[in-house]
T-cell receptor, first 116, second 112 residues
């Protein structure tokens, strides 16, 4: 079974600071990886995803994530955060086996607060 | 506009009553899902359906029931057997199980 661990439950940063949110997964085979974001009062929406190819993935709003297979990690980064990045961020993994893909498994989320 | 609608946004019920949450999608997706979101718990899968007239239990199905009579609709019933029903419920859909999921706005259920 697959699982996801997000290291930080709450992160508080000042505007213009750099951001890195940790995500580690547990699965022995091929994976697809996702970061979702939930802005206050809005739908959960996809930030970026990794299926294959270049392990550095760029998403919306200046976010990027790097898949490091040897570390089972998919950390989310942004060089300079804005107040509008205040949100809850969820990492998710999908394991792929010979029998087909499993469903998404979500981490517990990181609540990011950006102070002006 | 294509998307997922959930109604109502807020729902209040007395303990011991069953309550049904609505989820409709017009994305023509085959797979649909119900999650429960609690603070610090992330999203936990309640039920999912890969095709009409078929559904499977997720990680926390006890006290919940679903139906999938139409492709676009996947209602969730929270029964009186659910010990802790107060939560934020999210519906999602995707082309197939495991694909990128699209989420609805959620229903916040409060049971007193």
């Amino acid at each position: 079974a697959q699982s996801v661990s997000q290291h930080n439950h709450h992160v508080i940063l000042s505007e213009a600071a750099s951001l890195e949110l940790g995500c580690n997964y547990s699965y022995g085979g091929t994976v697809n990886l996702f970061w979702y974001v939930q802005y206050p009062g809005q739908h959960l929406q996809l930030l970026l995803k990794y299926f294959s190819g270049d392990p550095l993935v760029k998403g919306i709003k200046g976010f990027e994530a790097e898949f490091i297979k040897s570390k089972f990690s998919f950390n989310l980064r942004k060089p300079s955060v804005q107040w509008s990045d205040t949100a809850e961020y969820f990492c998710a993994v999908r394991g792929i086996s010979g029998g087909g893909a499993d469903g998404l498994t979500f981490g517990k989320g990181t609540h990011l607060i950006i102070q002006p | 506009d294509g998307g997922i609608t959930q109604s109502p946004k807020y729902l209040f019920r007395k303990e011991g009553q069953n309550v049904t949450l609505s989820c409709e999608q017009n994305l023509n997706h085959d797979a649909m899902y119900w999650y429960r979101q609690d603070p610090g718990q992330g999203l936990r899968l309640i039920y999912y359906s890969q095709i009409v007239n078929d559904f499977q239990k997720g990680d926390i199905a006890e006290g919940y029931s679903v139906s999938r009579e139409k492709k676009e609709s996947f209602p969730l019933t929270v029964t009186s057997a659910q010990k802790n029903p107060t939560a934020f419920y999210l519906c999602a859909s995707s082309w197939f199980r495991g694909d990128e999921q699209y989420f609805g706005p959620g229903t916040r259920l409060t049971v007193t």
